[in-house]
């Protein structure tokens, strides 16, 4: 089974903070994607990455930034964590591009900024 | 905006009963998937439907597609209380050559013992 792990399950930061959040696949997929899911917004796509050092935008990508130096870890960075960022973060991977591909989510964390 | 707007967006129902949720889209579609997301925990696949097709089955889902009204609906037959959970369809446009999916708001199911 696929496997997605992610650093934390909750975490609480202040304003002002830079916040790593880090996930982790153990089935060589080549995808990797940040959502954050908010109430009645469902979920919405911050970034992606089809490859090593690859990355693109997703449809929220503002206050937010990546890397993915390895295949297997995809890192979020809040680089400066507002209240506005307070919300569920999931992320998920899937093996190959093309329009049959399931994604694989990890646990999702919650975070508080105060 | 959302592609996806799911219907309704809270359910209840008896332990035995049928659940029908539905979901509508705005552009076309590559293909729809449904997700499933216990309380605070990942999203789940469930069951993915191709634009071609218009009925797939797995165990007590049923999900159907019609291209035409640009709507979808997943059954649920013979809920149990372990049936209790939000439900997301997600879709692959084909209006660009992205592959994301894009998520609804989903539907808050509640099955009662």
């Known amino acids: 089974d696929v496997k997605v792990t992610q650093s934390s399950r909750y975490l609480v930061k202040r304003t002002g903070e830079k916040v790593f959040l880090e996930c982790v696949q153990d089935?060589?997929?080549?995808?990797m994607f940040w959502y954050r899911q908010d109430p009645g917004l469902g979920l919405r796509l911050i970034y992606f990455?089809?490859?090593?050092?690859?990355?693109e935008k997703g449809d929220i990508p503002e206050g937010y930034s990546v890397s993915r130096e390895k295949k297997e870890r995809f890192s979020l960075i809040l680089e400066s964590a507002s209240t506005n960022q307070t919300s569920m973060y999931l992320c998920a991977s899937s093996l190959g591009l093309g329009n049959k591909e399931t994604q694989y989510f990890g646990p999702g964390t919650r975070l508080l900024v105060l | 905006s959302q592609q996806g707007e799911e219907d309704p967006q809270a359910l209840s129902i008896q332990e035995g009963e049928n659940a029908t949720m539905n979901c509508s889209y705005k552009t076309s579609i590559n293909n729809l998937q449904w997700y499933r997301q216990n309380s605070g925990r990942g999203l789940v696949h469930l069951i993915l439907?191709?634009?071609?097709?218009r009925e797939k089955h797995s165990g007590r889902l049923r999900v159907t597609l019609d291209t035409s009204k640009k709507s979808s609906s997943l059954l649920i037959t013979a809920s149990r209380a372990a049936d209790t959970a939000s439900y997301f369809c997600?879709?692959?446009?084909?209006?660009?050559?992205?592959?994301?999916?894009?998520f609804g708001s989903g539907t808050r199911l509640l099955v009662r013992p």
């Open positions: 089935m060589d997929h080549e995808n």
């Open positions: 439907i191709r634009s071609n097709e």
């Open positions: 990455s089809y490859d090593v050092k690859m990355k």
């Open positions: 997600a879709t692959v446009s084909s209006m660009d050559s992205s592959y994301k999916l894009i």
